[in-house]
């Protein structure tokens, strides 16, 4: 009986398990442990042998100027990336909840970046970065277009960071929209009566009671920007001479052109860390500001 | 109550005008894409003087769009398809059959939504390439199986175990096995959530990039983002009919936005919120 049992049990979990389970195993956890047993290896594509090397991988990593500057580079860019989506996302979806007609279109207008990929991203960022905006800046003389903005390594940072919190912006903006929709409006009648002004109203009664959905949107924006690869790759193709190269970037680069498949994968997890350490805190420090409404 | 008014209509006109603002990339684009590339250059602000498709006949011979276009369609549906039918049967596993190794793996499934893709991506590439099995629409399609898999699975999970075990007991009584109650009382019951989690595995796997490049490498198999990259990198300067090219490429997707708006939109809250 029991061994009756155990075979229509073991059949069950086949049929409804075993096609998502294997799939999950063979494509995630896999090559998860593979990769990480290849950080301790010299393994190469052109020598045959692999030998263990122990930390080796790791000391080159943490010895490599260009790669750290990289990561530098992506703290940089993650972080104004960061303030600036979620600064603009909180104040349009403020400005999209009173209940207004026609909201609905504006907040389908402004999710509109998010139905296309970082490839047409920052092609379309390019075009206008390379020839619009030069264009302007001769036209009517503002000095601060004139060359085009990808030429060099300072603008070319900005162009990034416009081009990312661009399309971040209306897809944060929908989730502090149900963030706000969740204050409840007898506490902001209270508020009303009791005379609060609107700037006070929002300082006091709104920001407090949405911190759930700002550390959603934080994190979000932070693990969305820190592994940032296509718009990288569409709009600067890590140039002007390989000085925004974000870290995802240098991975493939060092993976896939410099086939050196053990320190890519040790970089991978460097940035793998870093990202969860930085996301991480944020959410502890930031939910310590949560109250109950 | 009157100045009320009257502030939010300031509001609303405020709100589209900096929605214009907003989506004035996408209108330079359109805009320009009907022009010559000479005209282009000259004058970037320059209305077009007539609609002229040449661009966009160019764009789509250069690129191969019918190609890519179908490739890219073949992948997203098969993938999601696959995502959607064995998360379903998977979370219904989960949550009606309460074994140790059940928990152990929706566990790890739970772990692994954190871990990048840029973790795994190095041995991924390297495993199946020494089994030779990349470039293959096959592999692709397991490949998106198995990164779509956890968050499909933990949404499917969610749901049913709201869904009373009531419902499939009496169908149960009357004989029927686990597979025929699951399609015909549990399926049904889920449709919500397939809408939701459709959507959201539609814009990542029509617009992925990184994933593709690495697995499809013959020119026959590109998607739609590998040949918009592709054709940029090969026509640099030839601005008019590559910027024809995005616009084919936004096309599609714009379409599906238009008809599943709504569904978009309560998506993503619900993906993000959980």
Redesign the interface.
């Known amino acids: 009986m029991i061994k009756k049992n155990f075979l229509r049990n073991t059949g069950t979990f086949l049929v409804f398990g075993g096609p998502s389970i294997f799939a999950f195993i063979a494509v995630i956890v896999i090559p998860f442990f593979v990769g990480m047993y290849l950080t301790f290896t010299n393994w190469d594509v052109r020598s045959a042998d692999t030998a263990f090397i122990g930390l080796a991988n790791y000391i080159e990593v943490f010895q490599d100027k260009v790669f750290l500057g990289q990561l530098w580079f992506t703290l940089k860019y993650v972080f104004f990336t960061v303030l600036i989506a979620n600064g603009f996302a909180f104040f349009i979806a403020l400005l999209l909840t009173s209940g207004g007609r026609g909201e609905q279109w504006l907040r389908t207008g402004f999710f509109t970046p998010n139905l296309i990929g970082g490839i047409v991203l920052g092609y379309l960022w390019q075009t206008l970065f390379s020839q619009v905006l030069p264009y302007m800046g001769q036209k009517y003389g503002w000095s601060l277009f004139q060359t085009s903005w990808l030429t060099s390594t300072n603008t070319a940072f900005w162009a990034l960071v416009i081009a990312t919190a661009w399309q971040l912006i209306g897809y944060l903006m929908i989730i502090y929209i149900a963030g706000f929709s969740g204050v409840p409006t007898d506490v902001l009648e209270a508020a009303s009566i009791d005379g609060a002004s609107r700037k006070a109203t929002i300082q006091k009664v709104i920001l407090p009671l949405t911190i759930p959905a700002i550390v959603i949107c934080v994190f979000i924006s932070l693990s969305r920007s820190f592994l940032t690869y296509d718009i990288n790759l569409a709009l600067t193709k890590g140039g002007p001479f390989a000085s925004t190269e974000l870290a995802t970037y240098h991975i493939v680069q060092k993976a896939f052109l410099s086939n050196q498949y053990g320190v890519g994968q040790a970089e991978a997890v460097v940035l793998f860390a870093v990202v969860a350490i930085i996301a991480l805190t944020q959410s502890y420090l930031l939910k310590r500001l949560e109250v109950e409404s | 109550m009157d100045t009320h008014r009257r502030g939010?209509t300031v509001?609303?006109i405020l709100?589209?005008l900096?929605?214009l603002v907003?989506?004035t990339?996408?209108l330079?684009?359109i805009m320009n894409s009907f022009k010559t590339t000479q005209q282009?250059?000259e004058?970037?602000?320059s209305f077009p003087k007539n609609l002229k498709f040449e661009n966009y006949v160019s764009a789509y011979h250069n690129m191969d769009f019918l190609s890519s276009f179908l490739n890219s369609m073949i992948i997203t549906v098969v993938s999601v398809l696959?995502i959607l039918f064995?998360?379903a049967?998977?979370g219904?596993?989960?949550v009606r059959?309460n074994?140790k190794?059940?928990a152990i793996?929706f566990f790890?499934?739970l772990a692994?939504m954190?871990?990048?893709?840029?973790?795994?991506?190095?041995?991924?590439?390297?495993?199946y390439g020494n089994m030779d099995l990349l470039d293959m629409k096959t592999t692709l399609f397991?490949?998106y199986?198995?990164?779509g898999?956890?968050f499909?699975?933990f949404t499917f999970h969610g749901f049913i175990k709201g869904v009373p075990f009531e419902l499939e007991e009496s169908a149960f009584i009357e004989g029927s096995s686990?597979?025929r109650t699951?399609f015909q009382i549990v399926l049904p019951l889920l449709k919500p959530v397939f809408v939701t989690l459709m959507v959201l595995d539609v814009?990542w796997i029509?617009?992925?990039?990184?994933l593709p490049s690495?697995v499809l490498l013959s020119p026959s198999q590109k998607t739609l983002?590998l040949s918009?990259?592709n054709f940029?990198s090969s026509y640099a300067v030839d601005?008019a009919p590559?910027?024809a090219g995005?616009i084919m490429?936004?096309i599609p997707?714009?379409i599906l936005?238009l008809f599943l708006?709504k569904h978009?939109?309560k998506g993503?809250?619900e993906g993000?919120?959980k």
Do not use: C, E, H
């Not at chain 2, 954190?114 to 495993?127: D, R, S």
């Open positions: 939010s509001k609303n709100l589209y900096l929605l907003f989506l990339p996408f330079m684009i282009f250059v004058n970037p602000l696959l064995f998360s049967m998977t219904y596993l989960f059959f074994w190794i059940n793996i790890a499934m692994s954190a871990l990048p893709f840029q973790v795994i991506m190095i041995p991924l590439v390297m495993l397991f490949m199986l198995g990164f898999v956890p499909g699975v686990r597979l699951f814009l029509w617009n992925d990039y990184l690495l983002p918009t990259y940029f601005f590559l910027m995005l490429t936004i997707v714009l936005y708006q978009i939109i993503i809250t993000a919120l």
